[in-house]
């Protein structure tokens, strides 16, 4: 049982850094823009970070190994989409889908774990070798992406879902037990439907504002709409018996510095992390399996050093050590700013490790930061509060640091002087967000206790 939920979770995150590797070849054989690039990822992010939480609740209320099931069903079918998409639009079409699959599937198998365990000692080990296997995934994308793109085209990087996704369902039909929930609330439609219409259009406006101008009337409509939509769904939420997001928890000063940490987190390291395979390929001519070792410094050090992050927590406090994380990591994306296409790999790959090993010391102690803020039995919707944050900045911040890139390049610049633009601009929110944490990042109701063991510690980037 362990073995399947853990290899479902290994998927979800071997395709979130595989991809990112094939953009390139992707850009070049489907004739993209880089607002296209955005969408594939985008797409993808939107529908995690807005149903992860609902995620939950299904598997809590429905039964978790039929949740699992699902997921690993859509996420399959959608990979096959995807491999054979003709079009841009089919491509986003599938990614939207794999989405989906991933917000059933992740959550499901941690729950899986966690009811098939009851004794803690033992329930804590199964969750490190989850964590442990999404660390794998995690590291090893984007050399798989680079090996399949290299023999195979982009299509493969998806196929290779496909054998892994058909294993998950045949053995975990005989080897998944069902269990569920019955006091789980009562799903929040309203909550979920206008979270994802005001994020995606918010999301909309970001990407298209590069493209097509900022002053186009079709990207003010779409920040209109998700000024308006967003503003609905705070009123709902406010008003709703079961909402998907308990706007009472903000109350609480730790979870809501926290989730805005969070927030910035994934804005900046996944809008930064987006240009990386691209600089490589684009900038300095490397090829696409070049490009995915080159990268691996960032990855490798926030596998390496994750585990650690909660101990350092304990030890010195959140504030300490998130601050540091966040100085840490806005330094080395000022540091990328200043490569260039001549500029030798022995003065990049120290500048990458540095992105890693800062991100690795925020993800964990703030998810402990954010569950310590709340009752101890809300800890579970804690956390997925914090996902969800991160995966809302991810999403942003493809967005944002794309639209500064086409700003840019509309302004007559090239791509290289965007991308150290835009690695510039994740820099200085990253160093704003250490200051703030620095001073705001305090406690909060219980005295301050060592972060529980969290799989957020190596969860993608």
Not at 70 to 90: D, M, Q, R
Not at 260 to 267: H, I, N, Q, S, T
Not at 271 to 288: A, E, I, L, P, R
Not at 333 to 353: Q, S
Request: net charge positive; glycine share 12%; aromatic share 8%.
């Amino acid at each position: 049982m362990l073995a399947v939920a853990c290899l479902g979770q290994f998927m979800v995150l071997l395709d979130s850094t595989i991809v990112g590797a094939a953009l390139p070849d992707m850009q070049q054989r489907l004739h993209l823009q880089l607002s296209g690039l955005q969408w594939i990822v985008d797409g993808y992010v939107l529908l995690v970070a807005m149903l992860l939480l609902s995620g939950g609740v299904f598997a809590d209320r429905f039964g978790r190994r039929r949740m699992f099931l699902t997921g690993v069903a859509v996420f399959t079918a959608a990979s096959v989409l995807c491999s054979v998409a003709p079009s841009l639009g089919w491509l986003i079409a599938g990614r939207v889908a794999q989405g989906v699959g991933a917000a059933a599937l992740s959550p499901a198998s941690l729950a899986l774990i966690a009811a098939a365990h009851p004794v803690p000692h033992e329930r804590v080990k199964a969750i490190g070798l989850w964590a442990g296997f999404s660390g794998i995934g995690l590291a090893a994308g984007p050399v798989a992406g680079g090996v399949l793109v290299e023999a195979f085209g982009w299509p493969a990087i998806f196929l290779v879902n496909v054998p892994i996704g058909a294993a998950l369902l045949l053995a975990g039909r005989h080897v998944l037990a069902e269990s569920r929930n019955p006091d789980a609330p009562a799903l929040d439609v309203p909550g979920t439907l206008l979270s994802v219409l005001g994020v995606g259009a918010l999301a909309y406006g970001l990407i298209e504002g590069g493209a097509r101008g900022w002053t186009s009337p079709v990207v003010l409509g779409g920040f209109a709409a998700a000024v308006v939509i967003l503003t609905l769904f705070v009123a709902v939420e406010a008003r709703a018996a079961t909402p998907m997001l308990p706007l009472r928890l903000f109350r609480q000063r730790l979870f809501t510095v926290s989730n805005a940490a969070m927030l910035l987190v994934g804005f900046t390291l996944m809008g930064s992390t987006f240009f990386f395979s691209q600089f490589f390929v684009t900038v300095q001519g490397s090829s696409t399996l070049g490009a995915g070792l080159r990268t691996v410094p960032a990855t490798l050090a926030m596998v390496v050093v994750s585990p650690y992050a909660g101990r350092l927590a304990a030890r010195h406090g959140f504030r300490v050590t998130v601050t540091t994380g966040l100085a840490l990591a806005g330094l080395g994306l000022l540091a990328l700013g200043f490569v260039h296409a001549d500029t030798g790999y022995a003065n990049v790959w120290w500048r990458l490790a540095i992105v890693g090993v800062g991100f690795a010391l925020t993800m964990s102690p703030l998810t402990g930061a954010a569950i310590q803020a709340v009752d101890p039995r809300e800890g579970g919707l804690a956390s997925g509060v914090s996902s969800t944050a991160r995966q809302i900045g991810a999403l942003l911040g493809v967005a944002a640091l794309g639209a500064v890139v086409r700003t840019r390049q509309s302004g007559g610049a090239s791509f290289e002087a965007g991308l150290a633009t835009a690695f510039t601009a994740a820099g200085a929110v990253a160093l704003a967000g250490a200051v703030c944490t620095g001073l705001w990042l305090v406690r909060s109701g219980p005295a301050e206790q060592p972060p529980a063991p969290s799989p957020e510690a190596t969860t993608r980037p």
